[in-house]
C-alpha cells in the first residue's frame, strides 16, 4: 500500500510532449476522436509558438502541450483540447480568432477568445484591479464552463513551474491569487485534483517557512506510523472480502495547505490532526458502502461526532462519500471514505467527470450530472447573482471571497428543500438563499417550529420557516445578521436603492422650491438642457445630486436658466438691430476688405457668442454663417479656400441684439400663444414675428423670431419656453420658415 497523493501526473507531461503522445492518451477514453484536428492543432501552435521561450529555457510550445495533457487527463473532448494547444496563440502570436475559426471551428474561437480574455485580466496587486478582472471573469466562465477549465489547467502548469520565475515578488503575487481565486474555483466545480495540487503549490511559494515546517513533520510522521498504517489496510481488506463485498483500498496523506489551515483555524497542534491519513475503499454499489462501513465499525472504536454522511445529503458539488474516524492499532486514528468508482470520480474531477459519449458524440452530459445529485455548474450561480446586486468591484470580490471559503452547514426549508449555507449562517442568510425577495421582507424566523431571534447561527438538519412583512426597507445593522456574500451584496443593494429613492424625494423638492423662489413654474419635462449642461443621463440623476449635496439649487437654476445672472436691466426691444447695413459695426476679420457687402445668413441666423465664419460669393459678397452652419457642407473643397475666420466686436455683444429663430411645438389650447409671449417677456426678449408653419386638430409647430442679447440670452429664453405648459418642445431653427398649410 501507498500513500498517494491524487495529483495529476506531472511526469505525463513531459517538455516535448508529442502528438502521438497527446493522441493516444486520448484515445484511451474517446476511440472515435478526430486525431487529424488534434494534429493539426498541435503543429499550428508548435509552429505559431516556434521564436518564444519561457522563463526555463524550453521552448513555450512546451507550456500549451502540458496544458493539453492534463485536460486529456481530465479526458476532455476534442474541441477543449485543441483550446489547450491554441489557448495562447491569438494573444501571444499573429494568429487571429477568424485563422482559428477558419482552420479548425467557431466552437474552438469562441473557447480561445474566451481564454484569451481571461489571459489579458490575470489579477494584479491592486485590489481594486483584481476586483474589476474578477468580475470580468465570472461573466466569461458563465458562457461555457470549459473555458475555465483550460484556464485551471493553464493555471495548474504555471504554478509547476512558477520556481523559475526570477523575481520572488512576482512569484508571491501570483501564487497569492492562484490561492484566492483559482483553487477556490477548482474546488467550486469539483475538480478537487486540481485544486488540492494549486494549494500546494501555492502555499510552497506563499508561506516558504511554513510549507518546510509541515513537510518535515509529515515525513517524520509518515516514518513513525508506517507500519500501522499498513497494518489498517490489510485488516480492511481481508475484513471486506469476509463479507464479501468487492472493492480495492488505497491510502491518502492529507496535503500540507489542508494541514496548515486546519492549525490555524482550530488552533490545535500538529499532532492533535486526527486525519493526517485516511484510507478510500472503492466499492461496486452505494449500498456496499453501508455495508462495508457497518464491517469498519464492528471491528475498530469510531470516534464520536466523526461520522459525515455525504451520500444521503451530497455538498454542494455533488462531492458524495462516507466519512468516519476509526482508532486503529497504537492508537493510530485513520480517517476512512467510503465511495463508488462513480463517487471517486466526481470527487476527484468534478464538472469534468460528466464528460462521456452521448450517442455518437463525446461531451458534457448533464443528465449524468443531475442524477449524480445535481449541476456543479450551479455553483458558480451565486457570483452571478451577487454580480445582479450591482455595488463596486471592492464589495463584489469581498462577497465572492465569502461564498468560495466558507466550509457548509445544510439546512432545510418547511418543504424539505435543502439549503446549504457556510458555517455561521444566520436565518437572514437562509432566506437570501431561498430568494432574493424573501430576503428584502424577512422580519423573523422559525426554526425546528419555535420562534428565534434573527441573529441565530443555523445547524445541520434545521428546518427554517422564514417570516415576512410588508416594508422592503432593511432596519439599522442589517447587513451584520448575515455572513454569505450573497445576502450582503443583496442588503447593500436594497439600502442603496433605499437611499436613492429618499434622495430623488429630497432633490425634486429642492428643484421645484428653488423654481418657486425664481418666481417660475417647475415642469421635468422642460430639464433636457440643463441636464445636458451638468452632464447627467436622466432627472432622476439629476435630484439625487441635489440631494445629496453634490450641486446647489444656484447651480441647478443657472443651468436650467443661463441668462438669469445677467446684469443687463434693459429689454432686447431697446437695442440697436444688428442688420447688414451695419455689419461692419459688429463682425471683423482679416479678409474684410473696403467696400465689400457683408450679409447674415438666414439659415443659420448667427448671434453674438456664436462661432463664425464668412465665405466669399462672388459678385455677392461675404456672407455669415455659424461654423456649424449646416449649408457650409455643401460648398466644394474650393469655396472652402474663400472661408474667412470672422469673430464679434465688442459693440455687437454689448449694445445690439440679434434675430433668432425658435421652432415650437405647442399644444393647440386657449392661451397657448399668450403663455409664449409671457415668458419671452419676462426673460428680456422681444418677439418681432410669428409664422403657423403646421397645424393640426390638437398641435401647432409655430415658428417665433425673437430679438435676444445674444446665444445665451436665447438658451435661456428657450429654458423658459419648454417650462410652459403648452409647449411640447422648443428650439432653435437652422432653416428658413415653411409656407403655413
Request: aromatic share 6%; hydrophobic share 40%; with cysteine.
Amino acid at each position: 500500500m501507498s500513500l498517494a497523493a491524487p495529483d495529476l501526473d506531472p511526469k505525463a507531461i513531459e517538455s516535448y510532449t508529442t502528438a502521438d503522445d497527446l493522441v493516444e492518451r486520448i484515445s484511451k477514453y474517446y476511440p472515435t476522436v478526430n486525431a487529424d484536428l488534434i494534429r493539426r492543432a498541435y503543429d499550428f501552435a508548435r509552429e505559431m509558438h516556434a521564436p518564444q521561450k519561457r522563463y526555463s529555457g524550453e521552448p513555450y510550445f512546451a507550456h500549451v502541450a502540458s496544458v493539453a495533457m492534463i485536460l486529456a487527463d481530465l479526458k476532455m473532448d476534442a474541441a477543449t483540447i485543441c483550446t489547450g494547444l491554441l489557448h495562447d496563440t491569438v494573444e501571444d502570436t499573429p494568429a487571429t480568432l477568424e485563422d482559428l475559426s477558419e482552420q479548425f471551428s467557431p466552437e474552438i474561437a469562441a473557447l480561445v477568445d474566451g481564454v484569451t480574455k481571461l489571459g489579458q485580466m490575470e489579477l494584479g496587486s491592486n485590489r481594486t484591479k483584481q476586483a474589476e478582472n474578477f468580475q470580468k471573469l465570472v461573466v466569461a466562465i458563465s458562457t461555457d464552463i470549459r473555458v475555465l477549465i483550460v484556464k485551471l489547467c493553464d493555471r495548474l502548469h504555471n504554478m509547476r513551474t512558477l520556481h523559475h520565475i526570477p523575481k520572488p515578488e512576482k512569484r508571491e503575487r501570483i501564487a497569492t491569487e492562484t490561492l484566492e481565486i483559482y483553487a477556490p474555483l477548482a474546488r467550486r466545480i469539483g475538480i478537487n485534483r486540481i485544486c488540492v495540487e494549486l494549494e500546494d503549490l501555492s502555499f510552497r511559494h506563499v508561506n516558504p517557512a511554513a510549507f518546510e515546517s509541515v513537510s518535515m513533520r509529515l515525513t517524520e510522521l509518515r516514518e513513525s506510523r508506517a507500519e500501522a498504517v499498513a497494518e489498517v489496510s490489510q485488516v480492511i481488506t481481508e475484513k471486506l472480502e469476509e463479507a464479501g463485498i468487492q472493492g480495492r483500498v488505497f491510502g491518502r496523506e492529507k496535503r500540507p495547505y489542508s494541514i496548515w489551515r486546519k492549525l490555524e483555524r482550530k488552533g490545535t497542534v500538529f499532532d492533535e490532526i486526527a486525519d493526517i491519513y485516511a484510507f478510500r475503499l472503492i466499492v461496486e454499489e452505494p449500498d456496499d458502502c453501508y455495508r462495508a462501513l457497518g464491517v469498519i465499525h464492528q471491528n475498530w472504536r469510531c470516534v464520536p461526532e466523526r461520522f459525515r454522511d455525504f451520500i444521503s445529503t451530497p455538498k454542494p458539488n455533488n462531492y458524495r462519500s462516507l466519512h468516519t474516524t476509526i482508532v486503529g492499532p497504537q492508537n493510530v486514528r485513520v480517517e476512512i471514505q467510503i465511495r463508488t468508482e462513480e463517487m471517486d470520480a466526481i470527487a476527484e474531477s468534478g464538472v469534468a467527470a460528466h464528460w462521456r459519449y452521448k450517442g455518437e458524440s463525446y461531451g458534457y452530459d448533464a443528465d449524468s450530472a443531475r442524477s449524480a445529485g445535481g449541476d456543479p455548474l450551479e455553483r458558480l450561480r451565486p457570483f452571478l447573482e451577487i454580480l445582479e446586486q450591482g455595488g463596486d468591484p471592492d464589495e463584489f470580490l469581498e462577497h465572492a471571497k465569502l461564498e468560495m471559503f466558507a466550509d457548509q452547514v445544510y439546512c432545510f426549508t418547511p418543504k424539505g428543500e435543502l439549503i446549504a449555507l457556510p458555517i455561521g449562517a444566520t436565518p437572514l442568510d437562509f432566506a437570501y438563499a431561498v430568494h432574493t425577495e424573501l430576503g428584502h421582507t424577512c422580519i423573523g424566523a422559525k426554526i425546528n417550529g419555535r420562534d428565534r431571534p434573527l441573529r441565530t447561527r443555523l445547524k445541520n438538519g434545521d428546518v427554517v420557516a422564514i417570516l415576512r412583512g410588508g416594508l422592503r426597507q432593511p432596519p439599522a445593522g442589517w447587513e451584520e445578521l448575515a455572513v454569505t456574500g450573497k445576502a450582503r451584496a443583496a442588503i447593500r443593494r436594497l439600502i442603496r436603492t433605499t437611499e436613492k429613492a429618499e434622495f430623488e424625494g429630497i432633490g425634486r423638492m429642492l428643484a421645484e422650491h428653488a423654481f418657486e423662489r425664481e418666481g417660475k413654474v417647475f415642469r421635468e419635462k422642460g430639464l433636457e438642457d440643463a441636464l445636458a449642461r451638468l452632464d447627467f443621463s436622466s432627472p432622476e440623476e439629476l435630484y439625487q445630486a441635489l440631494g445629496r449635496g453634490r450641486i446647489t439649487s444656484g447651480e441647478f437654476l443657472d443651468a436650467a436658466f443661463p441668462g438669469r445672472r445677467d446684469s443687463r436691466q434693459v429689454d432686447a426691444s431697446e437695442k440697436d438691430l444688428i442688420r447688414d447695413e451695419k455689419a461692419r459695426l459688429y463682425v471683423r476679420g482679416r479678409g474684410l476688405t473696403p467696400g465689400i457687402s457683408i450679409h447674415f445668413s438666414e439659415c443659420c441666423s448667427p448671434l453674438p457668442g456664436d462661432r463664425i465664419v464668412g465665405v466669399m460669393v462672388p459678385d455677392k459678397g461675404v456672407t455669415i454663417h455659424t461654423i456649424d452652419c449646416e449649408s457650409l457642407s455643401e460648398h466644394d473643397e474650393d469655396a472652402m479656400e474663400r472661408w474667412i475666420d470672422l469673430g464679434w466686436t465688442a459693440e455687437a455683444e454689448e449694445n445690439a441684439v440679434s434675430t433668432a429663430r425658435v421652432n415650437a411645438v405647442m399644444h393647440n389650447t386657449p392661451g397657448a400663444l399668450a403663455e409664449i409671449a409671457k415668458a419671452v417677456g419676462e426673460n428680456r426678449g422681444n418677439i418681432a414675428n410669428v409664422k403657423t408653419v403646421k397645424r393640426a386638430r390638437d398641435f401647432f409647430e409655430m415658428q417665433f423670431d425673437i430679438e435676444v442679447f445674444d446665444k445665451r440670452h436665447l438658451a435661456n429664453i428657450i429654458s423658459a419656453l419648454k417650462m410652459c405648459g403648452s409647449v411640447v418642445s422648443a428650439e432653435r431653427a437652422r432653416g428658413e420658415a415653411e409656407e403655413a398649410d
